[in-house]
């Protein structure tokens, strides 16, 4: 062996089948793949952005234009590119909104470092670069965010409006705006050190189809749609004591392997009777609990419907274990799993009145603060995106009324501080100030594909934008609808300034985790290669065969 070597033959360390790419290459391919995900979400960026259909394995179609649910629903079968996918789910965690933001600003980070890379500029020089750059954005974005009251209704109106502004909501975001507002400040509490706590956890979002979005409402406690198991239960209960139950009300089933010989009638009608007792014992401990209601997650037997109904006990049967859980902080009760151990302490105090148009039971605490949000919308696919503009607004004004600090949307805020980081960018000294550069360029990708979306010209709109902030205007952003660069703080585009912090350090931290990497080496074939059916999608490398699985999916 050391006689080969020496002759310059290659020692052979891997698989056949293994798959190995270095350097510049595996670069390059990263890169090219992490830029393929940004760009499959870009046209979907701000109030002009443009939708999204996706058909799943099972024919299912979801349109939305929420980057978080984009991603997810894609085929996309590469490494990296699920790398910044994690981007996105991270932003949806911890901000709720942002997501196209995000990735698309990472994208970019990695477009502007592979022209770095060309001009023979080490990696590590651009991470610490972008690292240096990413803690300076997150510092002038405190320094250009406005404090504002928590209580100020109409700016966290306007927090909402701008976040559903392009996605289902936006027809009637005034009305669910106000809805929103009003659902945050139900569950928000002031500790005793002056903060707001804004607990999601007593807001539930309910949806139904067949009505406008404009119908939409919100109610104090929680919705049950579901109808009474009997049809001589009551259907309202003014003073109600609410079982939570997580057990059948059924006869317990013997064993699967068990038989049983009935060798005469009496002895088959001593069985039924067994069965009879036994569900009549099961309705009799809930009576004794002092029960007037009961919302079981199982199933309810048709005979122990019968004496529920006799003891004038309302019931609902194969309840979401979701609703349960929500009516246990509504009611203040709690969820009963086993019928002999049940106590009155464990039931919960309130009302149950009855909708008949819509088949659903309102449920009310005496002392909980759960409220529900009754999102309509004509059709099911409309809900849906409906549901999704309003979730991630009522986690925007959550964020705002518990932080307290907001910034000018419609790109102003990063033209601003894309402006700062070039004067930061002075003080840098070595290749990191490059890098530093490459950082605020990348930034200003935000107000560029604003414009593009909205069918303006980028580049016009950024010189104006540019002009405008040197000129002293922190607030200067586009205003897509007019086209015009404008104060968009004082035109009420609001967004808040955590979840743009939170943008900034997610794409940064991945891109740079992204650049790091300087050897792949697989252990089957990296182009997971579908042929030119599947369409090889951007990126791909000689003898990579592109982005397997994501030219389908985009």
Known sequence: MSQRMQQGQPMIIMGDDAQRVQDRNAQDYNISAARAV????????????????LVDSMGSVTIT??????????DIDNPTAEMIIEVAETQEDEAGDGTTTAVAIAGELLKNAEDLLEQDIHPTAIIKGFHMASEQAREEVDNVAERVDSSDEELLKKVAETSMTGKGAELNKEHLAQLIVDAVSQVTVETDEGDNVVDLEFLEIETQTGRSASESELLEGAIVDKDPVHDDMPSEVEDARVLLLNEAIEVEEANADTNVSIDSPDQLQQFLDQEEAQLKKKVEQIKETGANVVFCQKGIDDLAQHYLAKEGILAVRRAKKSDLEFLKEVLDAAVVSDLDSATEAELGQGSVTR???????????????????????????????????????LEVVAQTVSDGRVLAGGGAVEVEVASRLRDYADSVSGRE?????????ALELVPRVLAENAGLDSIDTLVDLRSAHESGDEHAGLNVFSGDVEDTFEAGIVEPAHAKEQALTSATEAANLVL???????????????????????????????????????
């Open 38 to 53: 940004a760009e499959s979400v870009r046209s979907t960026l701000g109030p002009k952005g443009m939708d999204k259909m």
């Open 355 to 393: 909708d008949e148009t819509d088949d659903m039971f309102y449920v009310t605490g005496e002392d909980a603060h759960g409220v529900t949000l009754l999102l309509r919308g004509s059709t099911e696919h409309v809900v849906d995106e409906l549901e999704r503009g309003i979730s991630d607004a």
């Open 433 to 441: 100030q490059l890098a530093v550069e490459a950082f605020a360029d």
């Open 65 to 74: 234009n929420d980057g978080v649910t984009i991603l997810k629903e894609m």
């Open 516 to 554: 790091k990497i300087d050897d792949i080496i697989s252990a089957g074939d990296l182009s997971t290669d579908k042929g030119d059916d599947e369409g090889g999608a951007p990126g791909g490398m000689g003898g990579m065969g592109g982005m397997g699985g994501m030219g389908g999916a985009m």
